[in-house]
């Protein structure tokens, strides 16, 4: 099947019926800390970082996906500076993914 996940979910639900990326967030944040409940002497660690790491990449892809590699129009899209947007991909080894 050719056809995105994200266009699938597009397709298939109205803006009102869609997931609220938040909720899903939270959720599995709550996941993550209940496990580590479980673990004895088991602490949360970089948190931040690991909420940046499991968004930010894929969101990057997407973009430059959409914007056929277009840093000018991606970071407009983003809010970034053009010279941020390139340390990212450089960052997440996307800048050759054109």
């Not at 479980?38 to 499991?54: I, K, N, R, S």
Request: overall charge negative; proline content about 2%; hydrophobic content about 40%.
């Amino acid at each position: 099947m050719s056809t995105s996940s994200f266009e699938l979910v597009n397709a298939e639900l109205s803006h009102d019926e869609m997931v609220d990326i938040s909720e899903c967030i939270q959720h599995h944040f709550k996941v993550y800390l209940n496990a580590l409940e479980g673990a004895e002497g088991a602490q949360p660690h970089d948190l931040h970082q690991m909420l940046l790491t499991a968004c930010e990449k894929p969101l990057l892809e997407l973009v430059m996906e959409k914007t056929k590699g277009n840093q000018s129009l991606a970071s407009e899209w983003l809010g970034i500076n053009r010279a941020t947007l390139r340390k990212k991909l450089l960052a997440y080894d996307l800048e050759a993914k054109k």
